[in-house]
């Protein structure tokens, strides 16, 4: 994993869109069904909206109809962090970017084969790298 990835408030802001700055650096949540990588079937990999970090391949998503982007494994595991979250009144796991701390979602343990893991992760939270071999069937 690249050095890790250190700025101040006021640089996340003037850097990250308003929206963006809220997922990320606030916890905050896409609603659901309207990101705009919820329905990317284009291969290549998701980068950490934040730092560009690499963190998990089209090839690895999946359809969960929960509203959000899903992946049943990021590319390697030291590339997200899993912190305990107790908000909302409710118990998760909370999925950040182990280089820039930035808040990606949740991860859930109702994934399908071959981890069994969801990665639900916000739109805002990501880019997309499209790499060659056009679309995904």
């Not at 408030?9 to 809220?22: I, V």
């Not at 796991?93 to 991860?107: D, F, M, S, Y």
Request: net charge negative; hydrophobic share 25%.
């Amino acid at each position: 994993m690249a050095e890790k990835v250190q700025r101040t408030d006021e640089e996340w802001r003037k850097r990250l869109s308003p929206e963006r700055y809220q997922v990320l650096r606030m916890r905050g949540t896409d609603r659901a069904f309207t990101g705009d990588l919820l329905y990317n079937k284009d291969n290549g990999v998701y980068v950490c909206a934040g730092c560009g970090a690499e963190l998990f391949r089209s090839d690895d998503k999946y359809d969960s109809g929960s509203g959000w982007p899903s992946f049943f494994a990021p590319i390697d595991e030291e590339r997200i962090e899993e912190r305990r979250d107790l908000s909302h009144l409710m118990m998760r796991t909370e999925i950040v970017c182990a280089r820039c701390g930035g808040h990606l979602g949740h991860v859930f343990e109702d994934g399908p084969e071959p981890t069994g893991r969801r990665y639900c992760v916000n739109s805002s939270s990501l880019g997309f790298e499209r790499r060659e071999g056009s679309q995904r069937d």
